[in-house]
């Protein structure tokens, strides 16, 4: 359920689990399954007030399920079209973006989304 008051988070799967080379290349879905279960746990760290945050995952990491506190998207194509759409979607409340994507960050910019890097959410 979307909360117009809370910040929507929406987090690049690919680009934060590729942020850190632990081996994610030798299993994606696990990789973004480990991303969900941190996003879950820690939430937004620095952030006072209410958060949805949405991760959005592609290619071998469609079909991770949501958790309560994480709702995982699986993209249909491209996964930054399908973050610019989530951000598109929802333009009366504040959107924070985690990627470091230079191309996604202009675009959900223009948008009037923030942006933050990975390390906003990785520790």
Known sequence: MEDNAALLVVVDGANVVGSVPDGWWRDRRGAAERLRDLLAARGLPGHEGP????LVV????????SVPGVRVESAPGSGDDHMVDLVARSPGRRRLVVTADRELRRRVTELGAEVTGPRAVRP
């Open 51 to 54: 958060v949805e945050i949405v």
């Open 58 to 65: 592609e290619g071998a990491a469609r079909g991770v399920a």
